[in-house]
Protein backbone atom coordinates (compact mmCIF):
# COMPACT_ATOMS: atom_id res chain seq x y z
CA UNK A 1 0.00 0.00 0.00
CA UNK A 2 1.14 3.52 -1.12
CA UNK A 3 0.11 6.86 0.81
CA UNK A 4 0.77 10.17 -0.10
CA UNK A 5 -0.24 12.75 2.25
CA UNK A 6 -0.69 16.89 1.27
CA UNK A 7 -1.59 19.87 2.29
CA UNK A 8 0.62 20.80 4.59
CA UNK A 9 1.92 24.48 5.20
CA UNK A 10 2.04 27.72 6.93
CA UNK A 11 -0.27 29.12 8.71
CA UNK A 12 -0.97 31.43 11.65
CA UNK A 13 -1.70 30.21 15.04
CA UNK A 14 -5.96 30.05 14.75
CA UNK A 15 -5.57 28.98 11.68
CA UNK A 16 -6.97 25.85 9.43
CA UNK A 17 -5.81 23.55 7.37
CA UNK A 18 -6.69 20.71 5.73
CA UNK A 19 -4.41 17.35 5.47
CA UNK A 20 -5.42 14.66 2.70
CA UNK A 21 -4.00 11.21 2.44
CA UNK A 22 -4.62 9.41 -0.55
CA UNK A 23 -4.28 5.39 -0.84
CA UNK A 24 -3.31 2.87 -3.18
CA UNK A 25 -4.66 -0.48 -2.92
CA UNK A 26 -7.83 -2.15 -4.07
CA UNK A 27 -9.76 -2.96 -0.58
CA UNK A 28 -9.18 0.30 0.77
CA UNK A 29 -12.40 0.03 2.76
CA UNK A 30 -10.81 -2.52 4.92
CA UNK A 31 -7.92 -0.26 6.15
CA UNK A 32 -7.56 1.31 9.63
CA UNK A 33 -6.13 4.89 8.94
CA UNK A 34 -4.42 7.16 11.10
CA UNK A 35 -2.86 10.42 11.14
CA UNK A 36 0.12 11.07 13.96
CA UNK A 37 2.80 13.57 13.64
CA UNK A 38 6.04 14.39 15.01
CA UNK A 39 7.47 17.56 16.00
CA UNK A 40 11.19 18.29 16.07
CA UNK A 41 13.05 16.98 18.44
CA UNK A 42 9.95 15.07 19.89
CA UNK A 43 8.79 11.20 19.02
CA UNK A 44 6.12 10.66 16.87
CA UNK A 45 2.43 11.01 18.36
CA UNK A 46 -0.94 10.03 17.77
CA UNK A 47 -3.28 12.63 16.34
CA UNK A 48 -6.25 10.80 14.96
CA UNK A 49 -7.93 7.78 13.38
CA UNK A 50 -10.77 6.53 11.21
CA UNK A 51 -11.61 2.69 11.64
CA UNK A 52 -13.26 0.54 9.10
CA UNK A 53 -16.67 1.79 10.11
CA UNK A 54 -15.60 5.09 10.32
CA UNK A 55 -15.53 5.33 14.00
CA UNK A 56 -13.07 8.29 14.99
CA UNK A 57 -10.52 8.59 17.28
CA UNK A 58 -8.62 11.39 18.66
CA UNK A 59 -5.83 12.36 20.97
CA UNK A 60 -7.54 14.35 23.98
CA UNK A 61 -5.73 17.79 22.61
CA UNK A 62 -7.20 17.73 19.71
CA UNK A 63 -11.01 17.02 20.09
CA UNK A 64 -13.29 19.52 19.02
CA UNK A 65 -10.90 21.08 17.01
CA UNK A 66 -9.67 18.17 13.87
CA UNK A 67 -11.87 16.01 12.00
CA UNK A 68 -11.14 12.80 10.69
CA UNK A 69 -12.83 11.67 7.40
CA UNK A 70 -12.56 9.08 4.50
CA UNK A 71 -14.21 8.32 1.35
CA UNK A 72 -13.19 4.84 0.09
CA UNK A 73 -14.32 5.82 -3.38
CA UNK A 74 -11.88 7.84 -4.05
CA UNK A 75 -9.48 5.99 -0.94
CA UNK A 76 -8.57 9.11 0.58
CA UNK A 77 -8.62 10.29 4.59
CA UNK A 78 -8.52 14.10 5.30
CA UNK A 79 -7.66 15.57 8.25
CA UNK A 80 -9.67 19.05 8.69
CA UNK A 81 -7.28 21.05 11.49
CA UNK A 82 -8.58 24.19 12.73
CA UNK A 83 -7.67 26.83 15.64
CA UNK A 84 -4.41 25.64 15.14
CA UNK A 85 -1.64 26.08 17.87
CA UNK A 86 2.38 27.11 17.74
CA UNK A 87 2.43 23.40 19.15
CA UNK A 88 1.24 21.61 16.71
CA UNK A 89 3.86 21.90 13.96
CA UNK A 90 5.42 19.00 12.78
CA UNK A 91 5.43 16.71 9.85
CA UNK A 92 2.11 14.88 9.94
CA UNK A 93 2.06 11.42 8.81
CA UNK A 94 -0.42 9.28 6.70
CA UNK A 95 -0.61 5.69 8.62
CA UNK A 96 -2.71 2.70 7.45
CA UNK A 97 -3.35 -0.62 8.96
CA UNK A 98 -4.15 -2.74 6.12
CA UNK A 99 -3.76 -6.77 7.99
CA UNK A 100 -6.09 -6.50 10.96
CA UNK A 101 -9.48 -8.51 11.41
CA UNK A 102 -12.83 -7.05 11.10
CA UNK A 103 -13.72 -5.35 14.33
CA UNK A 104 -9.62 -4.80 15.80
CA UNK A 105 -8.72 -1.70 16.86
CA UNK A 106 -6.63 -2.28 19.61
CA UNK A 107 -3.77 -0.35 18.98
CA UNK A 108 -5.38 2.30 16.89
CA UNK A 109 -3.51 4.91 19.01
CA UNK A 110 0.00 3.37 18.61
CA UNK A 111 2.16 4.13 15.72
CA UNK A 112 3.92 0.33 15.48
CA UNK A 113 0.10 -1.14 15.06
CA UNK A 114 0.34 0.82 11.47
CA UNK A 115 1.89 -1.30 8.70
CA UNK A 116 2.23 1.33 5.78
CA UNK A 117 3.29 5.29 5.67
CA UNK A 118 3.28 8.07 3.87
CA UNK A 119 6.13 10.40 3.48
CA UNK A 120 4.88 13.40 5.36
CA UNK A 121 3.44 16.62 5.24
CA UNK A 122 5.01 19.44 6.95
CA UNK A 123 2.66 21.82 9.29
CA UNK A 124 3.84 25.13 10.54
CA UNK A 125 1.97 26.93 12.82
CA UNK A 126 3.53 30.42 13.32
CA UNK A 127 2.79 32.79 16.79
Known amino acids: VQLQASGGGLVQAGGSLRLSCAAS????????MGWFRQAPGKEREFVAAISRSSSTYYTDSVKGRFTISRDNAKKMVDLQMNTLKPDETGVYYC??????????????????????WGQGTLVTVSS
Open 95 to 116: AAATTKILSDVSGIMTDSWYDS
Open 25 to 32: GRTFSRYV
